[in-house]
């Protein structure tokens, strides 16, 4: 995948509300909370690859029948800024969802894990071998 991410701020619709929680008069007339919304499928910026990638990596945070992301931001009392973070927030998030997952690499068992492991598997054993029927020569007396 490209390193560098498009401008994607053509494609993103914004809407603004007013924010919630305390802040008083300022709070209650003032639109600052920004929405931001970004359709992934309609993008034509991406690449079929990065979006393909972005659905399957975001398909927990999809909206509108799986194919946009909503974003929204009110930290600050200003609209703008709420607007630059929000930016800043999908901008992050398509960068780390376009990342590569590195492979994994196979590690071997410890020895004292291969240890445990068998303890477990002989207590087992030893469990399942008295479910037997009992024969009276097994009683002691």
């Given at each position: 995948?490209?390193?560098?991410?498009?401008?994607?701020?053509p494609?993103?619709?914004?809407n603004?509300?007013r924010?919630?929680?305390?802040?008083g008069?300022?709070v209650?007339?003032?639109?600052?909370?920004?929405?931001?919304?970004f359709?992934i499928i309609?993008?034509?910026?991406?690449?079929?690859?990065?979006?393909?990638?972005?659905?399957?990596?975001?398909?927990?945070?999809?909206?509108d029948?799986?194919?946009?992301?909503l974003?929204?931001a009110?930290?600050t009392r200003?609209?703008?800024k709420?607007k630059?973070l929000?930016?800043?927030?999908?901008?992050?998030?398509?960068?780390?969802?376009?990342k590569e997952?590195?492979?994994?690499?196979?590690t071997?068992p410890?020895?004292a894990?291969?240890?445990?492991?068998?303890?477990?598997k002989k207590?087992?054993g030893?469990?399942?071998?008295?479910?037997?029927?009992?024969?009276?020569?097994?009683?002691?007396?």
């Amino acid at each position: 995948m490209e390193n560098e991410i498009p401008d994607l701020t053509p494609e993103c619709t914004f809407n603004t509300s007013r924010s919630s929680g305390p802040g008083g008069q300022h709070v209650n007339k003032t639109e600052t909370k920004v929405e931001l919304r970004f359709n992934i499928i309609k993008s034509e910026l991406l690449s079929d690859k990065e979006k393909n990638l972005l659905l399957t990596k975001l398909k927990h945070r999809l909206v509108d029948d799986d194919s946009s992301i909503l974003l929204s931001a009110q930290e600050t009392r200003s609209q703008l800024k709420n607007k630059v973070l929000v930016i800043k927030k999908l901008h992050d998030l398509i960068k780390e969802s376009l990342k590569e997952d590195e492979p994994r690499l196979p590690t071997k068992p410890t020895k004292a894990s291969n240890e445990r492991r068998i303890a477990e598997k002989k207590q087992s054993g030893d469990i399942k071998s008295k479910r037997g029927k009992v024969k009276p020569t097994d009683w002691e007396e």
